[in-house]
């Protein structure tokens, strides 16, 4: 049972550059998020989604699209890469449509943004 | 709109002492509360949850919290602290139909 795949886990960009980070899970979960890593500030929300179809906003949602097509599926899009994005990616999802479920989190994406 | 704070961003103990991170949490309503651990180089897992079922939580790895409403907190303890437990270790909340909210975490170092 894989869980929660992300991928890549390293990338390096250059600023203005446009990725797409790869999350995907095989539990059949309905509620996905993203998150990003900083040192000193823990986890902050970026986009979530409960459902395919649905996306919503998180604390930090500036610079990151998102869409949810498939259950199983849900990327995150940096559309013009800035430095400030340089962080570690967890993608988390839950059986729980709200979120209040325990989270089973992927192993995590490095972005360097130079 | 909820909120969690942990005291301390560094915790270090000896080998075999007691093991206590703080956190308390912001909530107009009750809360469901986490405690996640972190080893280096990997994902977030759960050590223990609270849903309102029992105010003492037992988890994985001989950590449990204790929620008090009164106080707004929900401590992670363990008797004796391992080598092994050196991680970070984050406390989260959630509450209705709101996404999971973390602290910043706290680092724990483990002295032979």
């Known amino acids: 049972n894989a869980g929660v795949t992300q991928t890549p886990k390293f990338q390096v960009l250059k600023t203005g550059q446009s990725m797409t980070l790869q999350c995907a899970q095989d539990?059949?979960?309905?509620?996905m998020s993203w998150y990003r890593q900083d040192p000193g500030m823990g986890l902050r929300l970026i986009h979530y989604?409960?459902?395919?179809?649905?996306?919503d906003q998180g604390e930090v949602p500036n610079g990151y699209n998102v869409s949810r097509s498939t259950t199983e599926d849900f990327p995150l899009r940096l559309l013009s890469a800035a430095p400030s994005q340089t962080s570690v990616y967890f993608c988390?999802?839950?059986?729980?449509?709200?979120?209040?479920?325990?989270?089973?989190f992927g192993e995590g994406s490095r972005l360097t943004v130079l | 709109a909820q909120s969690v704070t942990q005291l301390g961003s560094h915790v270090s103990v000896s080998e075999g002492a007691l093991v206590l991170l703080r956190c308390n949490y912001s909530?107009?309503?009750?809360?469901?509360l986490f405690w996640y651990v972190q080893y280096p180089n990997q994902g977030l897992q759960l050590l223990l949850k609270?849903?309102?079922?029992?105010?003492l939580v037992k988890g994985i790895n001989g950590f449990e919290a204790e929620f008090k409403k009164s106080e707004t907190s929900f401590h992670l303890t363990k008797p004796s602290a391992h080598m092994s437990d050196a991680a970070e270790y984050f406390c989260?909340?959630?509450?209705?139909?709101?996404?999971?909210?973390f602290g910043k975490g706290t680092r724990l170092s483990v002295i032979a």
């Open positions: 988390a999802s839950s059986y729980s449509g709200s979120g209040t479920g325990e989270l089973f």
């Open positions: 539990m059949n979960h309905e509620y």
């Open positions: 989604s409960v459902g395919a179809g649905i996306t």
């Open positions: 909530s107009s309503v009750p809360p469901y």
């Open positions: 609270y849903t309102s079922a029992a105010t």
């Open positions: 989260a909340s959630c509450s209705g139909n709101t996404p999971l909210v």
